[in-house]
């Protein structure tokens, strides 16, 4: 549906109320406290606000924290911050916020479906309230970045960040892939400040720098099996394409080195593939499409492409350093974007062994009535959850079917719960974040998200009852349109 006007209009004024509660704060010298999520949104949203905080000269410290729960309000409640901004997140978690912090100032920038009414000190900016769809139309980084943009219209600099963000929440549904909505304000602030170019293309990492057969070797949204993770294969694909991997004088080529035909080729040669492993044909289509690259970043860097920035900063966060990844969105380069790197090397890595473990393992897999479940061990922690089914929703058989993937939390008593499905089912009003959220509760354990992404963290002991639970409300859901 598109958006109006006055829905614009209205959710614009409630940022620059956010933007006033921020100077306040700021103008009394109180210490702020920022707690965003873990993942490459809400990396970004730190960054914007972090960055927006410090040009306004203002004393803060961020926390990047999984999801709310009964400990980090308790953490709050003891410490009692003048002012907590909680980035890409709050919304889903209004109930237990009020009941330990109703009497705090709390500023909430989120974007996910509001459950429960905000307490009268808490300040909320989501564009739910405002009729606006947050699971596509815009994203934390987003609405962090238009509440910066309200403070001081110098911070338009910080758009890439939201782009950033919004693509980390595969808020691309859009026709090739693009960003629309709200999402597309925010594009249009960047393009026109000149740091940020849109073309369509082959969706591959390293267009202008990486060698052809590596950037394929790069794909993972979709994983396609054969050609992911798998460098030997990519050269001998294009090989047999007739597509030459170097230059006459031996320079390797890239994706920009491509004449019109051969990347015709080799779009084809990869639907072809993809149809062998039996993947629906819109799988194939979504390796086309818009291009996001920022122009201020360096090349040869995984920040020049904004969707593959996306993946450093989950691999931050994934592998337990998301400080790094904050410190990137703020702008530290140098050393900090070398120990990023390697964070990314590792992360392909694990991604890698994950699913040579899935595959070394099937009886992990099982197709219920409504979902498939996968079980999480070796490699597959609970930090790697998310990132892996995602990838797995992408290369699922029967794509009908939501992915429920878990593992155990480290060193507690739970299992943290990711579920992913392909947007395809979203039509068919699948409310994954309503699924996970209503089981997790009757479960003793908390959930919520978006309808094709969502996570939940239950105690080890329920979680049969909770798949079991899931998989009939997702029925339910399904025979319900
Ligand atoms: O952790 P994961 O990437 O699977 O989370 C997907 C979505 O579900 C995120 O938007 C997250 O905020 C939400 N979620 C939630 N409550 C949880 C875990 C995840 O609302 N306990
Ligand atoms: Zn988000």
């Known amino acids: 549906m598109p958006i109006r006007k006055a829905q614009i209009t209205s959710f614009l004024a409630s940022t620059s109320d956010a933007a006033e509660v921020i100077r306040k704060s700021v103008d009394k010298d109180e210490v702020i406290h ?9 990396l970004s949203a730190a960054g914007i606000i972090g960055k927006s905080l410090y040009r306004l000269n203002g004393t803060f410290r961020i926390q990047i924290e999984r999801w709310i729960d009964e400990r980090l309000v308790n953490e709050i409640a003891n410490e009692q911050p003048p002012l907590t901004i909680f980035t890409d997140l709050g919304s889903g978690y209004l109930d237990l916020l009020n009941e330990k912090l109703s009497d705090r100032r709390l500023l909430i920038l989120d974007h996910h479906q509001p459950v429960g ?7 909320q900016v989501n564009p739910h309230l405002h009729g606006i769809d947050g699971s596509c139309d815009l994203s934390g980084a987003g609405v962090a970045y238009l ?17 950033v963000g919004a693509l980390g929440d595969l808020q691309d549904k859009y026709a090739q892939r693009k960003l629309g909505g709200l999402n597309e304000v925010v594009v249009d602030d960047a393009v026109k400040a000149g740091d940020l170019e849109l073309e369509i293309d082959l969706l591959l990492f390293g267009r202008e720098t990486r060698p052809i057969h590596k950037a394929l070797t790069y794909i993972t949204n979709p994983f396609i099996p054969g050609i992911s993770g798998e460098e030997d294969r990519c050269y001998a694909f294009l090989n047999d394409l007739g597509i030459k991997v170097k230059t006459k004088d031996e320079r390797w080529r890239t994706l920009k080195n491509l004449s019109e035909d051969e990347k015709k080729k080799l ?3 990869l639907a072809e593939h993809l149809a062998s492993k039996n993947f629906p044909n819109e799988v194939a289509l979504g390796l086309i499409g818009n291009v996001y690259t920022l122009t201020r970043e360096e090349p040869w860097t995984p920040l020049r492409n904004a969707r593959e920035f996306t993946v450093l900063l989950n691999a931050t966060g994934r592998l337990g350093k998301a400080g790094l990844g904050v410190a990137i969105c703020i702008g530290d380069r140098g050393v900090a974007l070398e120990r990023a790197n390697n964070v990314l090397k590792d992360y392909r890595r694990t991604i890698t062994d994950c699913l ?46 939501p992915i429920i993937a878990y593992s155990k939390v480290t060193g507690e008593d739970m299992v943290k719960i990711s579920a992913r499905t392909r947007p395809l089912l979203s039509a068919k009003s699948l409310d994954l974040g309503a699924a996970l959220r209503i089981a997790a509760e009757k479960y003793s354990g908390r959930g919520g998200g978006h309808n094709v992404a969502a996570g939940a963290h239950v105690p080890v002991r ?4 909770f798949i079991e639970y899931v998989n009939k409300l997702i029925k339910k859901q399904l025979d319900e349109t």
Not at 117 to 123: K, L
Not at 149 to 159: F, S
Not at 462 to 465: M, P, Q, Y
């Open 147 to 163: 509440v910066a943009k309200a403070i001081d219209r110098e911070n338009v600099d910080l758009a890439p960040n939201a782009v």
């Open 34 to 42: 920022v707690v965003s999520h873990l993942d490459a949104d809400g």
């Open 117 to 123: 009414e905000a307490s009268s000190t808490f300040t």
């Open 267 to 269: 779009f084809s040669a």
């Open 356 to 401: 040579s473990w899935l595959a070394k393992h099937p009886d992990r897999t099982e197709e219920l009535s409504s979902i498939h479940v996968v079980r999480g061990g070796g490699p597959i922690n609970d930090k790697m959850i998310g990132a892996l089914s995602s990838i797995l929703s992408t290369g699922s058989s029967s794509p009908e079917k």
């Open 462 to 465: 329920n979680l049969e009852s």
